[in-house]
């Protein structure tokens, strides 16, 4: 999954994360934006959700890689999106790994 991140896509996400004049919500948007281009190469043979979850680290990671300095940005923006889009299925794969 790594791999197939396209490093042009990583750069463009970098961008907008460098520009200051972005709101949180536009930060979490661009990244929304960024996972939506990403998931379209995906097959349906995984759950969408867990499919982003792992996308979203991925492109965390990544964008931190490309600009250090960005890593503060970016983990709060992909922690934010986790918690609005992704909540119910963490909350529900740690009750699982629980039981």
Request: charged share 25%.
């Amino acid at each position: 999954m790594d791999r197939s991140i396209h490093p042009g896509l990583v750069n463009n996400l970098a961008t907008e994360f460098t520009n200051r004049r972005l709101s949180e919500e536009d930060r979490r948007q661009c990244l929304a934006a960024a996972l939506e281009r990403v998931m379209q190469t995906y097959p349906t043979d995984m759950e969408d959700e867990k499919t982003m979850l792992i996308l979203a680290m991925f492109l965390a990671k990544k964008v931190a890689d490309h600009t250090p300095y960005l890593l503060r940005e970016v983990f709060r923006t992909t922690v934010n999106f986790i918690n609005q889009n992704l909540f119910t299925y963490v909350r529900n794969l740690v009750r699982n790994d629980m039981d």
